[in-house]
């Protein structure tokens, strides 16, 4: 037996030596720089959602594939804009799921390209609205032959799950505070609440009239002659879509590099996921002051960022917050960039980061720059930053707090399921799943969380320097604009990320034009963190179902829970 245990552990040891070696080799072979021809054009591709930050290393890269996200886009056009030998750039897009803050700073990263004198093209096989939208900023757009244009303006659906809970004798008990707060309601109610509905509608309307707006200036057509195109055509062929002027061309993305460059028709081609491994100190890029950028992408829980089946993926309170406290100390970092991409979360770890943003901020500058999301937890942790900054398009506020719980008493009836309790205590039983909230631990619930949301507002008022009640008439749950949340004193300036450096700037005293570098948190997985990831087995406790879920929905229920007040499929 002894033997055996020798050589299981030899055996061990030489695949951990074997697996360190191997992540070596592709470290060193995937941060190999690219080479880069004389003339060449730069190709890339946006599709699906686009994370802001993907925190990669070598394993994830070699096996999973490297992922185009915000950070890299943002770099490759930053790069190629001054870099003589890229020529220009193709983008093909296709079914972009993307929110419309980033793709109003993706039009903002090409209008800034093209500005340097280069061009860009849009290359669409099928497109949609969202597509379309994005690709109007480029300076042509071209629909591969027997491509589609398909502009069907806008929808929203909200799934209603009130009747499957009925069904299988789940009732969903939940108590909210703020009129517009209605996160629970899919699971309360068979329809849209008229706050809901007013709320929806409010955004819809604004996305409309916005890329109503933005492809009538981009491609010259009038407003009308877009509004009919949606409305009355929707449905393009390639002839009927460049006859109309919506595109520029029917072409093979083959044949594109040539009209791309008449004067250079064999141009080389380089992915901008490859060119992004180039060092920009090589260009003359970032070699400035470094300014701390920490991205808060995801649900807000405590812990470690992570994924969630119910929230998806999840930033992790104690992450951030040894991030926010790690570039505060350091002395080379002169501010600190706050990225939110959060519809919320956990109460309690909102108010965790948003006290560790307020500390920073007493040591040097903290500018909270907003993506597609900075909604109730994730404007909470916003509001402890000197200044708030969110694109037009943005969904910003839901200052509110809702709790509750669900009774599987009806469940356990179709099951067999009996349950005998003895409580010792008038609401010892508050967390049960086997029942409903007694009108005792209803009253206890509700001044919890209206203590939560008092809270919540006044830290907004004094963030905001206005007085309490004008926000709690402005905040009761409601989801706003940037555009609109910037008018009604949520938001301090509308912009992208580089607003936000730029006002870092301005409070450090830099040169507008000095190019700072950007110093990422999360940072890279390290190699030990890889490993593990990768070597770990995840244990199972053999339990039925039922035991699953009811030990997940015990561990959320009853929490001050601050998240956008719905979810909604934006189509």
């Known amino acids: 037996m002894r033997k055996f245990f020798i050589w299981f552990g030899v055996g061990v040891g030489i695949i951990i030596i074997f697996i360190t070696i191997s992540y070596l080799l592709l470290a060193v072979l995937l941060d190999k720089e690219p080479y880069v021809a004389k003339n060449s054009y730069l190709t890339c591709n946006i599709w699906g959602s686009i994370p802001e930050y993907t925190v990669s290393d070598a394993l994830d890269e070699y096996f999973v594939g490297r992922v185009t996200d915000m950070a890299k886009l943002r770099r490759g056009f930053k790069m190629a804009a001054i870099d003589a030998r890229i020529k220009g750039i193709i983008i093909r897009i296709g079914f972009v799921q ?18 340097s004198g280069k061009k860009v093209f849009a290359f669409l096989d099928i497109a949609t609205t969202r597509d379309y939208f994005l690709a109007s900023a480029c300076d042509s757009i071209y629909l591969q032959p027997g491509g589609a244009l398909i502009l069907t303006g806008f929808a929203a659906e909200v799934s209603f799950y009130k009747g499957l809970l009925n069904k299988i004798g789940v009732e969903a008990d939940f108590e909210h505070v703020g009129k517009y707060k209605s996160y629970p309601e899919p699971y309360t109610r068979q329809e849209m609440s008229a706050p809901m509905r007013e709320v929806i509608d409010d955004i819809l309307d604004n996305r409309y009239k916005r890329v109503v707006n933005t492809i009538a200036v981009n491609r010259n057509i009038s407003v009308q002659n877009v509004e009919h195109f949606i409305n009355e055509i929707t449905g393009f062929t390639g002839a009927e879509a460049l006859k109309n002027g919506l595109i520029d061309g029917l072409r093979y993305e083959s044949e594109l590099s040539g009209i791309l460059n008449p004067n250079e028709p064999n141009l080389s081609e380089i ?12 260009l003359g890029l970032e070699t400035g002051s470094k300014f701390a950028l920490i991205y808060c992408s995801g649900s807000i829980t405590g812990g470690e960022d992570g994924d969630d089946p119910i929230f998806g993926t999840t930033v992790g309170a104690n992450r951030v917050i040894r991030n926010i406290e790690s570039a505060a100390r350091s002395r080379s970092i002169k501010a600190i960039i706050l990225r939110i991409d959060s519809p919320g979360g956990s109460g309690l770890a909102s108010e965790k980061i948003w006290n560790s943003v307020k500390e920073a901020s007493k040591e040097k500058p903290v500018i909270a720059s907003i993506s597609d999301l900075g909604a109730s937890g994730g404007y909470y942790i916003a509001i402890g930053a000197d200044t708030i900054v969110a694109q037009p398009s943005s969904l910003i506020g839901s200052i509110g707090v809702f709790i509750g719980k669900f009774s599987m008493e009806g469940l356990y009836q179709k099951l067999g399921i009996s349950i005998e309790s003895i409580q010792k205590g008038k609401n010892a039983r508050m967390f049960s799943l086997a029942k409903t909230f007694s009108p005792g631990e209803r009253a206890v619930v509700r001044k919890l969380i209206e203590d939560t949301y ?37 938001v301090d300036t509308l912009g992208g990320l580089q607003t936000a450096i730029n006002i870092a700037k301005r409070r450090v005293k830099l040169d507008e034009e000095e190019d700072v570098q950007l110093i990422f948190y999360p940072k890279r997985k390290s190699l030990f963190g890889s490993l593990s990831r990768y070597l770990s087995v995840r244990q199972r406790i053999p339990l039925s179902e039922i035991r699953y879920i009811e030990e997940y929905i015990l561990n959320l229920q009853l929490r001050p829970l601050a998240l956008m007040p719905f979810k909604v499929n934006f189509n």
């Open 98 to 115: 993307a929110g419309f803050a980033k793709l109003q700073e993706l039009q903002q990263l090409i209008s800034e390209f093209r500005s």
């Open 271 to 282: 992915s901008l996921l490859r060119y992004t491994d180039i060092n920009p100190h090589d």
């Open 454 to 490: 008092q809270d919540f507002v006044m830290r907004v008022a004094e963030s905001r320097r206005q007085p309490y009640d004008q926000i709690d008439n402005i905040a009761q749950g409601r989801v706003w604009t940037g555009e609109r949340g910037f008018a009604l004193g949520l």
